[in-house]
């Protein structure tokens, strides 16, 4: 079975893990400019000032600032529809707060987006993913300040008018909700708790979170009727980070959980983005947390009018809840789970469950009935290169194929999916660790954790059986 004519496969990448060239062409500080490497077992410090010395692995990533060209051109090669990238808030304006642009850093991707129209690549462009200027997290706190939502505005004014002709596709915010979890406050709301040293030390103010992604919720909303009347062909997505829950067993109180984790983790974000308004259960949820939202007047009529066009999503792995807390848990995107004894794990302890991205896709479409794509999805793993120089990533085709071959049952069930952009199609610094050696790429980049290496570029086995996958329009697996 084949995917529908003019489905959209290519990878995605996101501008703090990719880009690098942090400090040129005026470029500002972002937050994860700010962020040390760390390793699976060392959390990435959050500094305040650069401290000499430290390895701060977003300021160089693997360079696409100096090699846009080549990795475009290897994305051609590959024969990719589309490509989903972010772009830098510090680059076009350093603080956040300034009143002007940075033509310098407008005209860096003028200059992407014509090398993707050279090869008929469409861009899928982030708006806000894990890189809110520095700036604006000394000067305001980030988005605990509704003052942001200006700012942020005034950033997608410049964003909408100059690439109108360049760009069609937009996501607003990347993985919202993960400002409903601790680990989101200063990676994708740019604040600072007292006393917060770490990404994950557990310092935390949930109603501060919670009030943050409400202006998040109304910023986006505005995004997307100023994108509109910009350009009515423009098509705006919200962005989630998916958090599929099953229960441990039949037990009523299993079932009760794993709905609640859906509901608070998923549903509150597209409900509001895709639907206009907060779900019912959220004001119950509110309540019990003692977190109060503030409102002004026209914040939901803001909300109303303001829907996105389409869902898109990241999906890695499936999570499973229990009432008993002694069972043993697994790790994961943003958030762990109990083991799953039916499946596999990857190095990094997460689940891989190509059925659950088809369950996934179903309980989407049946709630929202738009259409949707699936935006991250990938492998993290250690790969070696052999004497030769090749690099065998069986097991990350081997993941690939199980998920895509689960897209394709869903299509087959009704589901009006129009996209696949497979994570960190080259190799790029990890989020949540800052480490290289979890490589989720079709192409290798030679750099290490510590940042030695020449950045070169190397086609990886996967590389060309992707180049089939998309030749054969997902047919030939």
């Given at each position: 079975?084949?995917?529908?004519?003019?489905?959209?496969?290519?990878?995605?990448?996101?501008?703090?893990?990719?880009?690098g060239?942090w400090?040129?062409?005026?470029?500002?500080?972002?937050?994860?400019?700010?962020?040390?490497?760390?390793?699976?077992?060392?959390?990435r410090r959050?500094?305040?000032?650069l401290?000499?010395?430290?390895?701060?692995?977003?300021?160089e990533?693997?360079?696409?600032?100096?090699?846009?060209?080549?990795?475009?051109?290897m994305?051609?090669?590959?024969?990719?529809?589309?490509?989903?990238m972010?772009?830098?808030?510090?680059?076009?304006?350093?603080n956040?707060?300034?009143?002007?642009?940075?033509?310098?850093?407008?005209?860096?991707?003028?200059?992407?987006?014509?090398?993707?129209?050279?090869?008929?690549?469409?861009?899928?462009?982030?708006?806000?993913?894990?890189?809110?200027?520095?700036?604006?997290?000394e000067?305001?706190?980030?988005?605990?300040?509704?003052?942001?939502?200006?700012?942020?505005i005034?950033?997608?004014?410049?964003?909408?008018?100059?690439?109108?002709?360049?760009?069609?596709?937009?996501?607003?915010?990347?993985?919202?909700?993960?400002?409903?979890?601790?680990?989101?406050?200063?990676?994708?709301?740019?604040?600072?708790?007292e006393?917060?040293?770490?990404?994950?030390?557990?310092?935390d103010?949930?109603?501060?979170?919670?009030?943050?992604?409400?202006h998040?919720?109304?910023?986006?909303?505005?995004?997307?009727?100023?994108?509109?009347e910009?350009?009515?062909?423009?098509?705006?997505?919200?962005?989630?980070?998916?958090?599929?829950?099953?229960?441990?067993?039949?037990n009523?109180?299993?079932m009760?959980?794993?709905?609640?984790?859906?509901?608070?983790?998923?549903?509150?974000?597209g409900?509001?983005?895709?639907?206009?308004?907060?779900?019912?259960?959220?004001?119950?949820?509110?309540?019990?947390?003692?977190?109060?939202?503030?409102?002004?007047?026209?914040?939901?009529?803001?909300?109303?009018?303001?829907?996105?066009?389409f869902?898109?999503?990241?999906?890695?792995?499936?999570?499973?809840?229990?009432?008993?807390e002694?069972?043993?848990?697994?790790?994961?995107?943003?958030?762990?789970?109990?083991?799953?004894?039916?499946?596999?794990?990857?190095?990094?302890?997460?689940q891989?469950?190509?059925?659950?991205?088809r369950y996934?896709?179903?309980?989407?479409?049946?709630?929202?009935?738009?259409p949707?794509?699936?935006?991250?999805?990938?492998?993290?793993?250690?790969?070696?290169?052999?004497?030769?120089?090749?690099?065998?990533?069986?097991?990350?085709?081997?993941?690939?194929?199980?998920?895509?071959?689960?897209?394709?049952?869903?299509?087959?069930?009704g589901?009006?999916?129009?996209?696949?952009?497979?994570?960190?199609?080259?190799?790029?610094?990890?989020?949540?660790?800052?480490?290289?050696?979890?490589?989720?790429?079709?192409?290798?980049?030679?750099?290490?954790?510590?940042?030695?290496?020449?950045?070169?570029?190397?086609?990886?086995?996967?590389?060309?059986?992707?180049?089939?996958?998309?030749?054969s329009?997902?047919?030939?697996?």
């Amino acid at each position: 079975m084949k995917m529908k004519d003019g489905f959209f496969w290519g990878g995605a990448t996101a501008a703090n893990q990719f880009e690098g060239g942090w400090n040129k062409g005026g470029k500002g500080p972002s937050t994860s400019d700010m962020m040390t490497g760390g390793t699976h077992t060392i959390p990435r410090r959050i500094t305040p000032v650069l401290e000499e010395g430290t390895y701060y692995p977003s300021h160089e990533a693997v360079d696409f600032y100096g090699h846009y060209k080549e990795d475009i051109a290897m994305m051609a090669e590959m024969g990719f529809k589309m490509f989903r990238m972010s772009i830098n808030w510090s680059r076009i304006y350093p603080n956040g707060y300034d009143l002007e642009p940075n033509e310098e850093g407008l005209k860096f991707y003028d200059n992407v987006f014509a090398e993707l129209k050279k090869y008929n690549i469409e861009p899928l462009v982030t708006i806000s993913h894990y890189e809110t200027p520095f700036g604006l997290t000394e000067k305001y706190n980030g988005w605990a300040s509704r003052d942001v939502i200006d700012h942020y505005i005034r950033y997608c004014t410049t964003l909408f008018n100059r690439y109108k002709d360049q760009v069609k596709y937009w996501l607003t915010f990347n993985e919202i909700n993960c400002l409903t979890m601790p680990l989101g406050a200063y990676m994708a709301g740019g604040i600072r708790f007292e006393g917060k040293e770490t990404l994950t030390d557990g310092v935390d103010e949930p109603q501060t979170r919670f009030q943050a992604l409400h202006h998040q919720f109304v910023a986006s909303a505005k995004a997307v009727k100023l994108a509109h009347e910009i350009n009515p062909d423009f098509q705006i997505g919200c962005m989630i980070a998916f958090m599929t829950t099953y229960p441990n067993t039949c037990n009523p109180d299993d079932m009760l959980l794993a709905q609640k984790k859906d509901q608070i983790s998923n549903m509150i974000c597209g409900d509001v983005q895709v639907r206009g308004a907060y779900p019912g259960f959220a004001k119950r949820f509110f309540a019990e947390q003692g977190i109060q939202i503030e409102m002004h007047p026209d914040d939901a009529q803001t909300l109303r009018e303001g829907c996105v066009d389409f869902y898109s999503f990241s999906y890695y792995m499936s999570l499973v809840e229990s009432a008993d807390e002694t069972l043993e848990r697994a790790e994961g995107n943003l958030l762990g789970g109990i083991k799953n004894p039916y499946l596999e794990a990857s190095d990094w302890g997460w689940q891989i469950d190509p059925k659950g991205l088809r369950y996934t896709l179903n309980h989407l479409y049946d709630r929202y009935q738009v259409p949707l794509m699936v935006v991250e999805n990938g492998l993290g793993a250690v790969d070696v290169v052999e004497e030769d120089g090749s690099i065998n990533d069986d097991y990350r085709i081997d993941y690939l194929k199980g998920h895509i071959e689960q897209m394709k049952e869903a299509v087959a069930d009704g589901v009006d999916l129009i996209a696949y952009t497979m994570w960190g199609c080259i190799d790029l610094v990890s989020a949540s660790t800052g480490e290289m050696k979890k490589r989720y790429g079709f192409i290798h980049v030679n750099k290490d954790n510590d940042g030695n290496g020449d950045l070169s570029r190397t086609p990886k086995k996967s590389f060309y059986w992707y180049k089939k996958v998309i030749e054969s329009n997902g047919e030939q697996l």
